[in-house]
C-alpha cells in the first residue's frame, strides 16, 4: 500500500478528524528526453552562476524571492514553512456547499483521504454525513509551499479531497478575443443538433474512454526503434464553409445505424 505523502486533521466547528492524503491519480503522459542528434547521447542541464560564470553544486542552490533588480531575500525551507504557522497540518472547512453547484472549472488535482490514527469514528461520521446530504466542505490548507483551496466530499465509501482554483486564477471568456459568428443557427438547425446530441447521449463510464493519442505515438515509437520509416500524414483540406443542415443530418444518420 502506498504511503500517505501528508497527515493532519480536518477542522470544523469543535470537530476534529485525523486524516491521511494520498494521491489518487497518476500522469500518463508519454516523457521524451532531449538527446543529441549527432550522437544520440542524453543532454544534462546543469546550474551555473550567472554573475561567476561556473557551475554550482547543487547543496549550494537555494530559493530566492527578487525584491529589487538582482537583490534577493533568502529563505530555507523551515522559514517558508514557518507561514503556514500552526495550520501546516490542518484542513480547515469553512464551510459546507451542495457538492453539485461547483462548477468543474474549479477544479484541479483529487487526492484521496484515509482515516488517520485513531480517526476511524470521526472520519466515518464525517464520510457518512456528506454523503447523506450531499455536500462538499469547503476549506483549505498548506501543502508544497503554498495554500490550496479545496472541497472535501464523499465517494466510494471513503472522503476525496480536491484542490480548486481560487477565482482570480481563471481567466474571464470575456478577456479571450473570440470571433462571434456571421449569423446566428436557425430553429430548425437547433433542433437537429439536439436530436443528435440525444441520439448521442449515454452515461458516463470512465473506464470506457482510454488515451488513443499516447497509444498511437509509443507505437510510432517501437515501429522506429524496428527501423520502420514513419510517414506523416498530409493535414486533410478543411471546409471554410460547410452546410450546416447537410452535416447535421449526416451526423445524425450515422448515429442513428451507430446505434442500430
Known sequence: MARSIWNGTIAFGLMTVPVKLHTATESKTVHFHEVH????ARIEH??????????VPY???????????????????????????????????????????IDPVFFDKTYWLGAGDDGGGPYRLLHDALEK?????????????????TAVRARDGVLVLHTLRFADELVP???IDIAAPSRGPGDREVKMAAQLIDTL????????YEDEYRAAV???????????????????ESDDAPDLMATLKASLDGAKKGRR
Open 37 to 40: 542528434l549527432d550522437d544520440g
Open 46 to 55: 546543469r546550474r551555473f552562476c550567472s554573475k561567476e560564470d561556473k557551475e
Open 59 to 101: 547543496k549550494q542552490v537555494v530559493k530566492g524571492y527578487e525584491v529589487a533588480d538582482d537583490e534577493y531575500v533568502v529563505l530555507d525551507k523551515e522559514e517558508v514553512a514557518a507561514a503556514a504557522g500552526d495550520g501546516a497540518h490542518r484542513i480547515d472547512v469553512e464551510h459546507f456547499v451542495d457538492a453539485a453547484d
Open 133 to 149: 446530504t450531499g455536500r462538499a466542505g469547503i476549506g483549505r490548507f498548506t501543502f508544497h509551499d503554498r495554500e490550496y483551496l
Open 173 to 175: 471568456a470575456s478577456d
Open 201 to 208: 447521449h449515454e452515461k458516463f463510464k470512465a473506464d470506457k
Open 218 to 236: 509509443l507505437d510510432v515509437v517501437k515501429r522506429k526503434a524496428k527501423g520502420e520509416e514513419i510517414v506523416v500524414a498530409d493535414e486533410p
